[in-house]
């Protein structure tokens, strides 16, 4: 399968990654991963769900086993619930995850996501595929601000992601709570109100007194590449993000967290690098990520922005470059651990089929040339990549070799690990190449 990978990368990269200074190397690196078995077998658990309007379900999936080489060695399903534990056949290094899913614009298609060199793994976690079908069902509610008196002349009202409050809001079913932030429009003030969803009603009443959480103001600090900041609450039981908001590098406005509703707050940077930009038939965008966690005060030690640099566009090229799959990003950024690309395919063929690859790997290694065996034989028409994106991410003040990180992944498996200090300050790299 690494033709598809590697053929049409070749061309694409070359036109694309002047965009970020990179140019073509002669020499080649070999930093292939380890291989060897062990004497006793390896044992992994994973879970296979879909997510529809927020809500997760089961969802049986095949998984494969891959040896050293790529080639598979085995496979079996998720169970009704959409899990699989239990021992890996002798010699897998690699395992991948195939469902069949769907989705409105793309209608039917493959997904398979890949994870190499798990030999140091035990828990590779939830795999999510696109199931999604139907309309969510999510419900207009008006909203009456007649009994509201301070709030109503001194602030402006905003949803929890930050779109203003403006007559009705959207509840979805799996949304139980509506979490609103007053902004005042005259001083330095902010305050959050919790309000259950009605039962029997579709109007959500709102007083002053609703308004009880009190905002902590936090400093807005960019670095001289940041677009933009923003703090966001993270709900460990609803697992995402409220109350979240933002300041340009132009129109600096105010950023508060809310410590009594959400215990664990973050204050995040984020670089577009450039406008999209469009060479030879290929849009091209690139983006920088870094994350800090913010105490009760508002207070936070400042996570640098990742910066782009001609040693990102050497990497890539070389990788395409590169007849056996090797590649090496360990130069991009020290704090960067983790290697993910995802590809977009089509087939020529009478349907016009396609499917999508997900590859996760260390900062550093060899894609082997895959098969997936009777679950997903190879396309015998022309396949073309449309889409391709890398993220290369870490997690700053954490070790990067590939056991230490291998315990960090098993952590976030688990789930909740927004609420551990060593996941705080998120940083990453994205490039995105789609082809027309």
């Known amino acids: 399968m690494n033709k598809f990978i590697l053929t049409p990368l070749a061309i694409t990269l070359s036109l694309t990654l002047s965009a970020c200074g990179g140019s073509s190397s002669e020499s080649s690196s070999g930093g292939s991963s380890s291989g060897g078995n062990t004497a006793q077998l390896q044992t992994i658990a994973l879970q296979t769900l879909t997510r529809e309007c927020g809500a997760d379900s089961a969802y049986q999936a095949d998984v494969v086993f891959h040896n050293d080489d790529g080639d598979a060695i085995g496979s079996v399903k998720t169970d009704a619930e959409g899990k699989f534990s239990g021992e890996l056949p002798s010699g897998t290094k690699h395992v991948s995850v195939l469902g069949d899913v769907f989705d409105e614009e793309d209608g039917g298609y493959k997904q398979i996501?890949?994870?190499?060199?798990?030999?140091?793994?035990?828990?590779?976690?939830?795999?999510?595929?696109?199931?999604?079908?139907g309309d969510c069902g999510c419900t207009e509610y008006s909203?009456?601000?007649?009994?509201?008196?301070?709030?109503?002349s001194d602030y402006t009202i905003y949803q929890s992601q930050g779109n203003e409050v403006s007559g009705s809001v959207n509840v979805c079913p799996n949304d139980n709570k509506l979490y609103l932030t007053a902004l005042s429009s005259y001083s330095?003030?902010?305050?959050?109100?919790?309000?259950?969803?009605?039962?029997?009603?579709?109007?959500?009443?709102?007083?002053?007194?609703?308004?009880?959480?009190?905002?902590?103001?936090?400093?807005?600090?960019l670095d001289i590449d940041a677009d933009y900041a923003s703090t966001r609450g993270y709900i460990e039981a609803d697992n995402?993000?409220?109350?979240?908001?933002y300041s340009g590098s132009e129109i600096s406005n105010t950023l508060f967290v809310f410590p009594t509703v959400t215990e664990h707050n973050f204050y995040v940077q984020l670089d577009f690098m450039s406008d999209l930009m469009n060479v030879d038939g290929v849009d091209v965008e690139f983006q920088s990520y870094a994350r800090s966690a913010v105490d009760t005060n508002g207070d936070y030690q400042l996570t640098t922005l990742p910066i782009v640099t001609?040693?990102?566009?050497?990497?890539?090229?070389?990788?395409?470059?590169?007849?056996?799959?090797?590649?090496?990003?360990?130069?991009?950024?020290?704090?960067?651990?983790?290697?993910?690309?995802?590809?977009?395919?089509?087939?020529?063929?009478?349907?016009?089929?396609?499917?999508?690859?997900?590859?996760?790997a260390g900062i550093s290694g060899q894609i082997p040339d895959l098969s997936f065996g009777s679950v997903f034989p190879e396309p015998t028409d022309e396949?073309?990549?449309?889409?391709?994106?890398?993220?290369?991410?870490?997690?700053?003040?954490?070790?990067?070799?590939?056991?230490?990180?291998?315990?960090?992944?098993?952590?976030?498996?688990?789930?909740?690990?927004?609420?551990?200090?060593e996941f705080s300050n998120y940083v990453y790299t994205f490039v995105s190449a789609e082809i027309y």
């Open 310 to 360: 001609d040693d990102l566009g050497f990497s890539l090229l070389q990788f395409a470059e590169n007849n056996d799959s090797s590649f090496d990003f360990g130069n991009v950024d020290n704090r960067f651990a983790r290697t993910i690309w995802d590809y977009s395919f089509l087939v020529d063929d009478s349907a016009e089929s396609r499917f999508d690859w997900t590859i996760k």
């Open 143 to 152: 909203v009456d601000t007649t009994a509201l008196s301070t709030i109503a």
């Open 383 to 421: 396949v073309i990549l449309e889409e391709l994106t890398v993220l290369l991410y870490g997690y700053a003040g954490n070790a990067t070799d590939a056991n230490s990180y291998a315990k960090l992944l098993d952590t976030m498996s688990e789930g909740g690990h927004l609420t551990k200090p």
């Open 188 to 221: 330095v003030d902010a305050k959050a109100a919790v309000i259950d969803i009605p039962v029997n009603s579709s109007v959500i009443t709102l007083t002053d007194e609703d308004f009880i959480h009190d905002g902590v103001e936090v400093p807005v600090q």
């Open 113 to 133: 996501i890949t994870e190499l060199d798990i030999e140091n793994r035990t828990n590779l976690g939830t795999f999510y595929f696109n199931d999604f079908t």
């Open 240 to 245: 995402t993000y409220r109350f979240v908001q």
